[in-house]
């Protein structure tokens, strides 16, 4: 991923899955319910985070 110049140059702590559902949702003007598709990559970015997270629980960084 890139550095993220805002953060101080860190990599961003966003899973490609997050980056994608941050990138279909947008900003709406109005609530409005998740897709099918848009919930799967909710679940799928939960996922993900929650294996970085042990990942580096284990590595003991966290």
Avoid: D, F
Wanted: hydrophobic fraction near 35%; include cysteine.
């Amino acid at each position: 991923m890139e550095l993220n110049l805002k953060a101080g140059g860190k990599k961003p702590l966003v899973t490609p899955s997050t980056a994608l559902l941050n990138q279909k949702l947008g900003i709406s003007p109005a609530p409005r319910m998740l897709t099918p598709s848009e919930i799967e990559l909710l679940r799928q970015s939960k996922r993900e985070m929650a294996e970085v997270y042990r990942m580096r629980k284990s590595a003991g960084s966290c």
